[in-house]
Each structure stands twice: as structure tokens, then as C-alpha cells.
């Protein structure tokens, strides 16, 4: 089985590259998130910013988009990455 | 009858154009000669057609419907929907319908299986480059989006078979148009990843090399291999093996390479050659 993408954390990320929907998102984060069904986890792992945990969740251009989005310096986003990886292979 | 008048490819990243500002003198003077040299040589062929192979960046498809490839047959297309590209003119691009739709029926009647878009948005990674080329009037634009981004994807073996597909649809094109081909993307580069950041200039001058050669089966192997080693941004490489193919893999010239980390990309620019 191939790894399958999280369709509505994907459609989040996607969706955030609408600079409008980044500024509401930015304001009122629980208003945006109302709209996409995400199983609880994955709720909470966006919630954390739990990069490692979402990168195995979604394509790497949407979680790059995600992020940048969300405003984490892409520095500290990278950083993110390379602990998860080192943590989970 | 339509003519095939140039072969070329080039590089992209959003942030060549987002950073631009704050990238170093030596860098931007180096990126400007070699994008400056391509649109010279571009508006030296006199095309009034621009097939354009470029991956779609989200911008146009989703895990909704994702197709391996997609022809623009549209009047016109969107421009660049980034905040970083809102100066790309013209917005709407103008596109050649006759062209397009005749691609589109070679391909089916070769047993290629295409996708059909009226009104595709061309993202940075083609209105970059095509800004940065400076020509003095932008051709019409055929696009063809392959999905880069999301496995699984065309074969390299597919993609060379659709330049070879591309060449003859634009020679039994009954119109006596000058047709050019712009690919862009790669080369080495990771986005996303753990390795986001890093170039594998091994990886990029061995791909290079291959491709100056014109050999098929080694570059194969080199492409196949370099998702793994060089980062999923090698994946837009299939626009190169693509534009490749419709040069009957005679190889090319190389006009710059240069390891840019910078913009996060290995940056490569070239002209392929064309039959005699």
C-alpha cells in the first residue's frame, strides 16, 4: 500500500494559498479549521504545529505551503523536518 | 506546415522572483545572463508558438482530479495567481487554440491519453521563466502541465515517447507556424523535505551531461534514481526528458548551470540542438 494523503488536511494546506483565507486563518484559526472535517488527530497535530507528524500526512509542497502560510520561518520549518525524519526514519 | 524552431529549458523558483531584492549581486547578475542568453536566442527564432511544459504547483489541480498530463487548448489562460508574480503581463495569456486542439488529436489517435483544459492558470513555473526571458512580445502559449508533484507520476520512457509524439504533431500541423518549445523546472532540488535547502550537484552534472550526449537509457536511470538522492523537485526533470524526446535525443547545449542555494535550486539553462 502506498502512503495515502490526508484529503482534508491536504485541503486545508491547499486552500491556504488564497492570501484571504490566510489572513482569516491567521485572525481566527478554529473559524477556518469549522470547515474541513479533519479526524481528531490530525486537528490536533495543526493545532501543535506538529510538522513531522503532518509531513506524513500531505504532500511536501502543500505542507511547505501550509506552513509558510501560517507563518513558521522556513529556518525553523526545515529544522522541523530533519527532527521528525531523524525520529521516525 | 507548422516548423519546430527551437528547443530550450530553464529553471524556476518562486524565489527568484520573491526574493530577488535580497538575493546576492553576483547571483542575480549570473541568473539574469543566462535567463538574458535563453530570450535572445528565443526571440532569434522568431516563434509566434510557445509549447510550454511546466508541473502545475496546486495551482490548477488537486487530490480532486489530478491528471498525468494536460494540454491547454484555451482562447487564453490565467495568469500567475502568486502575490510574487502579480507584474507577469499579459494576464490573460494568450493562447493558440488551432495548435493546442491539434496536439491533442495526434495524441489520441497515437494512443497518447491526454487531458483537455480551455482555460488552464500558468503558475511561476512557467511565467517565470517566460518574465525573465524579456522578449520583446510573448508568443502564444501552448501549455502542457504534467503532474510533478503528487506520485505516481508519467515514466521518463513516457515522457521522451511524448516529445517524439510532440515533434510529429507539430510538423503535420497544416499552418505555417514557427513553433518553439520552452521546458522548465528542476534540477535538483527538495521541497518540503527533510533535505528541503540541499542541491546534489553530482546528481545535476551527471543529468547534464547525459543530456548534452543525448544518451536515453543512461539518463533514464539518472532521472529515475534522483527523486531518492536529489530531491522531489527532480520530478519536473520529465518537462527536460520531454522536450528531449522532441529533439530526437541529439543532445544539447548547456548555456549556464549553477548551484544556486539561495533560491534552493540547482539552476540549469539550455538549447537543445535541432535535426540539421
Request: one cysteine or more; a negative charge; charged letters at 25%.
Amino acid at each position: 500500500m502506498p502512503r495515502m494523503r490526508d484529503y482534508w488536511l491536504s485541503k486545508l494546506c491547499f486552500d491556504l494559498q488564497d492570501p484571504a483565507r490566510v489572513a482569516e486563518y491567521r485572525r481566527d484559526r478554529d473559524a477556518v479549521l469549522e470547515h474541513y472535517p479533519l479526524k481528531p488527530e490530525v486537528r490536533a497535530a495543526v493545532l501543535r504545529d506538529d510538522v513531522a507528524a503532518l509531513a506524513r500526512l500531505t504532500n511536501p509542497y502543500l505542507l511547505r505551503y501550509y506552513f509558510a502560510a501560517s507563518g513558521m520561518p522556513d529556518a525553523e520549518f526545515i529544522a522541523r523536518l530533519r527532527a521528525g525524519a531523524l525520529a521516525h526514519g | 506546415m507548422a516548423e519546430l524552431v527551437g528547443i530550450y529549458a530553464a529553471s524556476h523558483g518562486p524565489l527568484i522572483a520573491r526574493d530577488w531584492q535580497r538575493l546576492p549581486e553576483a547571483l542575480k547578475k549570473r541568473l539574469s545572463a543566462a535567463y538574458g542568453e535563453l530570450g535572445r536566442r528565443v526571440s532569434e527564432a522568431r516563434a509566434d508558438v510557445i509549447v510550454g511544459l511546466a508541473p502545475d504547483h496546486w495551482t490548477n489541480f488537486f487530490l480532486d482530479n489530478l491528471p498525468s498530463l494536460c494540454i491547454g487548448i484555451g482562447e487564453e489562460h490565467g495568469g500567475p495567481p502568486e502575490p510574487f508574480m502579480r507584474d507577469f503581463s499579459p494576464n490573460p495569456v494568450p493562447g493558440d487554440p488551432a495548435l493546442g486542439h491539434h496536439i491533442l488529436e495526434t495524441a489520441l489517435a497515437a494512443d497518447f491519453e491526454p487531458a483537455l483544459s480551455y482555460r488552464l492558470r500558468l503558475d511561476h513555473g512557467l511565467c517565470l521563466p517566460l518574465s525573465r526571458l524579456a522578449l520583446p512580445r510573448l508568443p502564444r502559449i501552448v501549455p502542457i502541465l504534467i503532474n510533478e508533484l503528487e506520485p505516481p507520476m508519467l515514466s521518463y520512457r513516457r515522457c521522451f515517447a511524448w516529445g517524439g509524439l510532440l515533434r510529429r504533431a507539430i510538423a503535420s500541423f497544416a499552418e505555417p507556424l514557427r513553433v518553439a518549445i520552452l521546458a522548465t523546472g528542476g534540477l535538483s532540488h527538495s521541497i518540503g523535505e527533510p533535505n528541503m535547502g540541499a542541491i546534489d550537484e553530482d546528481f545535476d552534472r551527471r543529468c547534464l551531461g547525459a543530456f548534452e550526449r543525448g544518451e536515453e537509457a543512461p539518463l533514464i536511470e539518472i532521472l529515475e534514481d534522483g527523486a531518492a538522492t536529489a530531491g522531489n523537485g527532480t520530478h519536473e526533470i520529465r518537462n527536460w526528458a520531454v522536450a528531449h524526446g522532441a529533439a530526437s535525443g541529439r543532445g544539447f547545449e548547456l548555456l549556464d548551470y549553477l548551484p544556486a542555494p539561495e533560491v534552493y535550486v540547482g539552476c540549469a539553462f539550455a538549447a537543445w540542438r535541432l535535426d540539421a
